[in-house]
């Protein structure tokens, strides 16, 4: 226990780096790129601080050009998962009895430390492994990860800082314990920076975690993972085992230890991991938080008093950036007649200047699509896009003969339920269906209606009138919503981030709120002079 109450750090945005020619930040990039282009990284499990080789593996390929191998990465079995949920359950007895600023500390250093000496490392491995551009990672897996470790310490101090009224004579207390079990953290393949939150801020509330990366960000993870350990983190406190999901869910999920259960990534693998915890429900100790953000059908809504130059940037920058695989990316618009022509002319003549290959060439805006199964589903939308009589393909393609490449794809829907404007495709292809200038008000209902998700919208419009008449007909929507800007991009402690519907449990990650989550407040009130007294004054006779 310290005998002083710390002010920590001021939490900040850690700034982009331009990555321009010659500076500094390039060349160190580069170099990187190419060590690491030129090496097969051997990735274990890692429980309760331990490395473990199973001899069972999986590898890592470049989504760009997937003959090259960059790692392979040792797949934990049942005996492994077993280990790590006893392995969390050690480590969090010392762990959650640790003072504040002591843990404080080790994610404050985890950010120095990936700023700095770590920068280029995680980055290149989210570029290589991830196929994104400079840009992209540095924005990721170097930026955002270090704001989620800086701002989540700062809302877990403010938590812990917010204390209930007393009365004369009686202190009321509440401490925030951790859960009351091990935490399971899932995370996708589109953010190293969603991992690395996945696995800490449940662990900087005091719990101890089994971290299940995704299988093609394994390497740009398992840099994560070694990274935290540099920073102090203690063993056993996030154990990492890369492994099939399947094994999760027969083997953690179901264990009655589990006290929470934090994802990201689809929403159908979500509902499967909510429907087994209904079926164990009568065995766990507590009920288990189950934290989730999932899949999103992100639009643009223009009305027809939108700037158009602008409104196009947004389109192609939200729809193609990070190769459509942002779960906030735009992927559906509704544009009005009126300034239709004027927006397609537009979009063709910027998407013609996308030069999209490998991330190791700076000149290109966009890399690979993550996987065969990605690359398929993208190509099938197009396909039938092509082959439908309700949908016209204005641009784009694909071509996988070394990469998954998917080309930037506009395509206009000639209705609005068409399958490319309300399913979630997590790739670069944008649909726009064009309404009749007199038919906002069934349009907006349209694009409340048209899909299951919730996740992020962005509205465009000059006329204020109209701003606030589709920001209401829209509110339930989107649980990130933006007025004349792109619907992607949100920064930690600017827009917490997360959607409700059937895009997740809207906890919103790098938020105070999500901390919540993480916790099981005990109250405490302490008498300073307990009443002798059993009867009460009222009882007296008169
Ligand atoms: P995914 O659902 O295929 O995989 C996510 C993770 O779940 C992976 O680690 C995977 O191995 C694991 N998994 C798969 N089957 C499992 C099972 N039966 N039990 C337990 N775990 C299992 O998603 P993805 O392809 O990695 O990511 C893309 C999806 O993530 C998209 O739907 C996207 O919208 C979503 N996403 C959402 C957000 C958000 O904040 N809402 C952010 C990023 C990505």
Redo the contacts with the bound molecule.
């Keep these: 226990m310290s005998n002083a109450i710390f002010n920590l750090p001021k939490a900040y945005n850690e700034p982009v780096y331009s990555y321009l020619p010659a500076s500094k930040e390039r060349e160190d990039l580069k170099a990187e790129l190419a060590r690491q282009s030129e090496m097969v990284v051997d990735i274990p499990a890692i429980i309760g601080g331990k490395e473990y080789y199973t001899e069972n593996t999986g590898k890592c390929v470049m989504p760009h050009d997937f003959n090259h191998t960059l790692a392979t990465y040792h797949i934990a079995g049942e005996k492994e998962l077993k280990m790590a949920a006893d392995a969390a359950m050690e480590a969090k007895k010392e762990w959650a009895a640790m003072p504040f600023e002591h843990r404080a500390s080790i994610f404050l250093k985890a950010a120095e430390l990936l700023t700095g000496k770590y920068r280029a490392k995680i980055n290149a491995a989210t570029m290589l492994g991830q196929s994104k551009t400079a840009f992209q990672a540095e924005i990721d897996s170097a930026c955002e990860l270090a704001d989620f470790f800086r701002y989540n310490v700062k809302y877990a101090e403010e938590i812990y800082s917010q204390q209930p009224e007393n009365s004369k004579g009686v202190w009321n207390r509440v401490e925030y314990r951790p859960l009351d079990g091990f935490i399971v953290a ?6 190293t920076s ?1 991992g690395g939150n996945l696995c800490s801020a449940p662990a900087i509330m005091g719990n101890t975690v089994i971290w ?5 960000a394994t390497l740009s993870s398992y840099y994560v993972m070694k990274l935290l350990e540099e920073a102090g983190l203690p063993k056993g406190v996030i154990n990492f085992v890369p492994c099939r ?2 094994d ?2 027969k083997y953690l999920i179901s264990d009655p230890r589990m006290a929470g259960f934090h ?7 979500f509902s ?2 909510w429907n087994l915890v209904g079926e164990n429900i009568a065995k766990y100790n507590s009920y288990p938080r189950l934290v989730g ?4 059908k992100d639009f643009i809504f223009a009305h027809p008093t939108a700037d158009v130059k602008p409104l196009v940037a947004a389109m192609v920058r939200g729809a193609y950036e990070f190769q459509g695989q ?2 906030s990316a735009a992927s559906r618009a509704y544009i009005p007649q009126s300034i239709w022509e004027e927006v397609k002319t537009l979009a063709l003549e910027e998407i013609s200047k996308i030069k999209m290959g490998d991330p190791r060439d700076f000149t290109n805006f966009m890399a690979a699509v ?1 996987d065969e199964a ?1 690359f398929k589903k993208n190509c099938s939308y197009i396909d039938d896009a092509n082959a439908s009589a309700d949908a016209e393909v204005l641009c784009g393609g694909y071509d996988g003969s070394k990469g998954y490449f998917v080309k930037p794809t506009l395509i206009r829907a000639l209705k609005p339920d068409y399958k490319s404007m309300v399913e ?1 495709i ?1 790739g670069p292809v944008l649909t726009v269906y064009v309404y009749e200038d007199d038919k906002l008000d069934e349009t907006l209902e349209l694009c409340d209606k048209a899909s299951p998700y919730g ?1 992020t919208g962005a509205i465009w419009a000059q006329d204020r009138a109209a701003i606030i008449k589709m920001e209401k007909a829209l509110s339930d929507t989107a649980g990130n919503f933006y007025i004349n800007d792109k619907p992607t991009g949100a920064v930690v402690g600017q827009q917490p ?3 409700a519907r059937a ?2 449990t809207n906890d919103k ?1 790098g938020s105070m709120l999500n901390l919540y989550r993480w916790i099981s407040p005990r109250t405490i009130k302490e008498t300073f002079s307990p009443t002798n007294d059993v009867a009460y004054p009222f009882m007296c006779e008169e």
Excluded: D, H, R
């Design positions: 899932i995370s996708p393949f589109n953010f969603i299940k990366p995704s299988q093609a999901g399947s999760v869910s994802f990201t990534g689809s929403t159908s693998v499967g991991v953000e999932t899949g999103g942002k779960c993550i990605s979630e997590f996740l981030f997360g959607g895009s997740g990650a």
